[in-house]
């Protein structure tokens, strides 16, 4: 039956070479249809792919012009942006600290919550009420960005403006919540990023809740057969199962915070501000890369081409973040996912 | 054998009872009895009286904010503490987490509602019928924000999100096709940059139609080839390309795939077993996907900003001229320094809101388990026969999946707690 008998056994048959049992080879002959039908489908597929290729070639080369001008590691790491003086002096590092701030502070208040809050759908829910609370976060995804930001803007910005006091007040000490005398504390980072965390709060979510869900329902069932109580089993099981999922949950709700306009637009000055001494997240003042982008548009063509220099750089820390988060996802859970 | 049944009378085992002392009982680790209960709201009244104390009777009084917060750092304590002292440490740590995971779920619809409500309030200030019947023709800062409309920004919004479905739902169905139906080595890298993809920044989107067709041809006059409705549709079917195709993706893997092997083992074509039979078994999860992906791109402003730009009259020739559209009316007026504009763009917002909240209604209407009415055993019965040993069968990447899809799907069967 095996190939190798075959082979072993030249000798007897060699007479009629035709009556030997040989394998048929199987095989698929697509028909016209299916011919014309997997290109029309591939063609899609690989259009997709040029597509994003496309979108990082035209911002490289639109923006040559900026960075010829003023050179990549001046535009890399000076603060400021000025284009009123000659030659211009653009650069993209006072942006990026501050995007990085802002979606640093929307992670670390919404990672917790939405932590949390998987668990609280997957492990503490009934049926029913699983169902309403990821309706409540899936609606929380829906709403539109500016919606968000129109809010932070007129509502939340003197809303939190105690908080931030009482935070300068009593913990002014530590660098990061120092503010200088008489300071505005609306339109700060930190209120930024408190916005942006509602609004990276359902992907981080979502990718967690999806994570929990898989665990091993015989690992759970074992930890709570050896005497576990519900909080002991998903710290022993749950958590060391899900932790992949929440790396990669966080670094995606990163990207997403990192590229996040209209709301950051609307609160913060977009202004670039040299970081220096100190950094005062909670008093008025920041800029990121998509707000700064969106308040200039219509800019004339130098400025735009050092916004799409600007752009760029975006482009590439959010599609680095997010394939990292999409490898450390998929890594975790193929790897953990199968004992059971 | 017959020892041992012999043996118990006389073990001590067996003797204990009859020594004096409290019954031990077996307990149930999740036991929640009344006297609980009791302990829970006990220590949540007191830990907002001590609170209550100290905030507004022995100190000046600080915000709201830090009463609450302090409050509910003391009920924890408090609860911990009489839980511990009762039950042991092990139950009290189990019971305080409990409290922390359901306040942390609780905590999600405070923003939420306090959003909406806040949008419902403002907006229905300068909400009137001819709102969605004028455009802002003649609109100076003096008139009174009940004054003009934004029937120009719905028109805008109508053409622009439809040529843009127009444009990525073919592609996205075809690339979602090509995820699942075909066995090409380009999948693994197709699928990983539409997952890079879908995490763009949309402003990437509008700034890259703006590089390579406006800004090129801004010299050559072509109103084709300038801040039109047209642009906007590009922009917006970039960021709308990814969103449909990762949901449909996921709703094409749930179709089980004994249907697609009798349907091929009939002999029936691939391209014909794609169109009879997975299109119609994932027909109501793939309306979902396109109905999300409309909400998704109603509400985006960002790409506009460089594309459609805005324009304060009704101009309902996509392909010409600058466009507002629902979005760029609200950014737009919020921004404007008088009053009456902000209202304005409050009216905008609440209408913005309320479409986005319909098309999620519909979305889950239209994904609502039909199964349940007919008294069917199983869910959606398509994701009950995924193959465990097929990496693309397995639901490994649903979790990237956009926030919402995979709620939406009625097929995903959410698994239960033991």
Not at chain 2, 262 to 267: F, I, K, P, R, V
Request: hydrophobic share 50%.
């Amino acid at each position: 039956m095996s190939e190798t008998a075959v082979d072993d056994a030249p000798a007897p048959i060699p007479a009629s070479p035709k009556v030997g049992p040989t394998p048929r080879i199987v095989t698929e002959v697509p028909s016209a249809v299916d011919r014309r039908f997997n290109a029309v489908t591939m063609g899609a597929g690989i259009s997709v792919l040029v597509l994003l290729l496309l979108v990082g070639g035209f911002l490289l080369i639109q923006s040559s012009d900026a960075i010829s001008q003023t050179g990549i590691l001046r535009f890399l790491t000076r603060t400021e942006w000025r284009t009123d003086v000659q030659p211009p002096a653009i650069g993209v590092f006072g942006l990026l600290t501050g995007t990085v701030l802002v979606a640093l502070v929307a992670v670390f208040f919404a990672v917790p919550l939405s932590v949390f809050c998987a668990l609280a759908i997957t492990e503490y829910s009934t049926a029913r009420r699983r169902k309403w609370l990821i309706g409540v976060v899936d609606l929380l995804a829906a709403v539109p960005s500016l919606l968000f930001g129109l809010w932070g803007f007129l509502f939340l910005s003197d809303k939190m403006v105690p908080i931030s006091r009482w935070l300068s007040d009593n913990l002014g000490f530590i660098p990061f919540f120092h503010t200088e005398q008489n300071a505005s504390l609306t339109g700060s980072i930190f209120i930024a990023g408190v916005v942006v965390a509602l609004m990276v709060l359902p992907i981080i979510t979502s990718v967690t809740r999806e994570v929990f869900s898989q665990t091993p329902a015989g690992e759970k069932e074992a930890a709570l057969a050896l005497g576990g109580t519900r909080w002991g089993m998903i710290r022993a099981v749950v958590l060391p199962y899900g932790r992949g999922g929440i790396i990669g949950g966080s670094m995606l709700g990163l990207g997403r915070a990192l590229g996040e306009t209209i709301a950051v637009a609307l609160l913060l000055p977009q202004v670039p501000q040299r970081i220096g001494d100190s950094i005062h997240i909670l008093q008025n003042g920041g800029a990121t890369v998509s707000g700064f982008i969106a308040n200039r548009a219509g800019a004339d063509s130098f400025t735009v081409s050092g916004l799409m220099a600007a752009g760029l750089v975006l482009f590439i820390i959010t599609l680095a973040t997010n394939m990292v988060a999409s490898v450390v996802v998929s890594k975790s859970r193929s790897g953990a996912g199968v004992d059971l | 054998m017959s020892e041992t049944t012999v043996t118990p009378p006389t073990s001590p085992q067996r003797a204990a009872p009859s020594r004096p002392g409290p019954v031990r009982r077996a307990r149930r680790p999740r036991e929640f009895t009344n006297f609980d209960v009791v302990v829970l709201v006990g220590s949540l009244i007191s830990a907002l009286c001590f609170n209550w104390l100290i905030f507004y009777r022995l100190t000046a009084g600080a915000s709201l904010f830090g009463f609450l917060l302090c409050s509910y750092l003391s009920f924890l304590a408090l609860f911990a503490v009489v839980t511990a002292d009762r039950l042991g440490r092990l139950v009290a740590t189990d019971r305080v987490m409990t409290v922390v995971v359901v306040s942390a779920a609780a905590i999600v619809f405070v923003p939420l509602v306090l959003l909406i409500g806040y949008i419902l309030v403002q907006g229905l200030k300068a909400l009137r019928p001819n709102f969605f019947v004028n455009d802002q023709q003649g609109i100076t800062p003096v008139l009174p924000s009940t004054a003009g409309g934004a029937s120009h920004a719905i028109v805008g919004s109508i053409e622009q999100v439809g040529l843009a479905l127009l444009w990525s739902l073919p592609l996205a169905l075809a690339a979602a096709v090509f995820l699942n139906e075909s066995r090409s080595k380009w999948r693994r890298p197709v699928r990983i940059f539409v997952d890079a993809m879908s995490g763009l920044p949309s402003i990437v989107a509008g700034l890259f139609i703006f590089a390579t067709l406006i800004l090129p041809f801004a010299k050559s006059g072509n109103p084709l080839f300038g801040y039109n409705g047209f642009m906007a549709s590009l922009a917006l079917a970039i960021t709308m390309l990814p969103t449909i195709t990762r949901t449909v993706d996921v709703v094409l893997r749930l179709v089980p795939d004994g249907l697609r092997e009798a349907s091929l083992a009939l002999g029936a074509s691939r391209a014909r077993t794609v169109f009879s039979v997975v299109f119609p078994t994932a027909r109501t999860g793939m309306t979902t996907a396109v109905v999300l992906g409309i909400a998704r791109a109603v509400g985006e402003t960002a790409p506009l900003l460089f594309t459609a730009f805005g324009y304060d009259l009704m101009n309902a020739n996509p392909f010409s001229g600058s466009q507002e559209s629902l979005p760029l009316f609200v950014y737009r007026n919020i921004r404007k320094p008088d009053i009456s504009a902000i209202e304005r763009g409050f009216a905008g917002a609440l209408v913005l809101l309320l479409l986005v909240v319909a098309l999620f209604a519909l979305a889950r209407f239209i994904g609502r388990d039909r199964s349940k009415r007919r008294g069917a055993p199983k869910g959606g019965g398509a994701a009950v026969q995924t193959n465990p040993d097929d990496p693309f069968n397995s639901p490994t990447s649903d979790a990237l999946a956009p926030a919402g899809a995979l709620a939406m799907n009625p097929h995903i069967q959410e698994p239960m707690t033991p």
